[in-house]
């Protein structure tokens, strides 16, 4: 029996597929091979999806050829399309994506490589309709709703930040044994978000005190009530987890961060939704490129370190320092951090601000002036 789509071999490499529901995109559309952006009318029902394309975050130290892209806006598509069009996406990968040579098998280089015009050809020919024309959205947040939420069927759920995803006790904090505990009890279910945190969803009004009072007994009220930064803030498990990892990742993030809110609190910021991201390698696990602040582990101790990506996960950031280690990226953001305090406009998120002054600043300084 031959699978339907895959055919006789699985892809040249893997496929990521993500749906975000404007205006949060909590899942970073664009660094997936395949995204959905739900565009909702004005009834509250889908009207269909902007589709996305060729996003991806990994790439080599030193290696030209490798880089993260952002995907690309492909068309929109009616909810009974959908499943037509992600196969046609995802079989002409199958055919066209590159088999001899791993790092340049993503479907971000097959569009890269041919051009967007002919995939969505292709696309379209083996879907059997033509795309319409990309519809209005916007995305303000990247950041999960902690806290007490209605659902639409009448329940509540839970959002419950945990940094890095990890889940433990340590002494006046014991998050492993509360949830155990709200286990015992919840007739919902439990899920995980790509920002690393918790929902605790399907909850009924009557277990809503029983849930808080578990989380205020182990010392969790106040664990969604964290600075801006930290709230926006993922890693990858780097060391000792991950053979890939170069320099350390989770195991930092605690102490970058404290460091960080030093500053923040100095600058009046801490409130300030700032995404960061710290990962061990440039594989970009925790979507590094996409972050404000992006830290990508080169070896022990050393970083480079990247600024400028839009807060809500629509532009990448740039390469603003080869190589520093973690006080060296303390000094030269702690100014610029002050700065953004001072001197940024109204709305100015900080990677807008970091595109408009220090990383254009630093390239009109590196273009020689002519007569």
Not at 21 to 35: E, I, R, T
Not at 197 to 215: E, F, R
Request: aromatic share 8%; glycine share 10%.
């Amino acid at each position: 029996m031959v699978e339907p789509v895959y055919g006789k071999t699985y892809l040249p490499r893997k496929f990521k597929i993500a749906v975000a529901v404007p205006p949060s995109n909590d899942v970073d559309v664009f660094a997936h091979d395949l995204g959905y952006i739900a565009i909702v009318d004005d009834a509250g029902t889908i009207a269909g999806w902007n589709v996305t394309v060729g996003g991806g975050m990994g790439m080599s130290h030193g290696n030209a050829e490798t880089y993260p892209r952002l995907a690309d806006l492909l068309g929109f598509v009616t909810p009974d399309q959908v499943i037509a069009l992600g196969t046609a996406v995802l079989t002409t990968q199958r055919d066209f994506g590159d088999r001899t040579n791993r790092k340049h098998a993503r479907l971000k280089y097959t569009i890269a490589d041919r051009g967007l015009g002919w995939f969505k050809a292709e696309v379209e020919k083996r879907a059997g309709f033509a795309l319409g024309a990309v519809r209005r959205f916007e995305f303000t947040t990247i950041q999960d709703p902690h806290g007490w939420h209605p659902g639409v069927d009448g329940t509540w759920f839970y959002g419950l930040h945990i940094l890095s995803g990890r889940i433990k006790d340590v002494a006046g904090w014991k998050m492993k044994t509360a949830l155990r505990e709200i286990a015992k009890v919840h007739t919902g279910d439990f899920r995980l978000t790509p920002s690393q945190n918790l929902i605790v969803s399907g909850v009924s009004t009557v277990q809503k005190p029983v849930i808080d009072a578990i989380l205020a007994r182990h010392g969790l009220a106040n664990e969604n009530a964290r600075s801006g930064l930290r709230l926006n803030s993922l890693s990858c498990v780097a060391l000792p987890t991950c053979g890939l990892a170069l320099a350390e990742s989770e195991r930092l993030l605690p102490e970058l961060i404290e460091k960080f809110e030093t500053v923040l609190d100095e600058a009046g910021l801490r409130h300030d939704a700032i995404s960061l991201r710290v990962t061990g390698c440039p594989n970009g696990c925790c979507r590094p490129y996409l972050a404000e602040i992006g830290y990508v582990g080169k070896a022990p101790g050393k970083y480079a370190l990247y600024l400028g990506a839009k807060y809500e996960g629509t532009r990448l950031n740039k390469l603003y320092r080869q190589s520093v280690t973690v006080d060296e990226s303390l000094a030269l953001l702690g100014p610029i951090i002050k700065r953004y305090a001072h001197e940024r406009q109204a709305g100015e998120q900080f990677g807008d601000f970091c595109v408009r002054t220090v990383l254009t600043e630093e390239a009109d300084a590196a273009v020689p002036l002519t007569a």
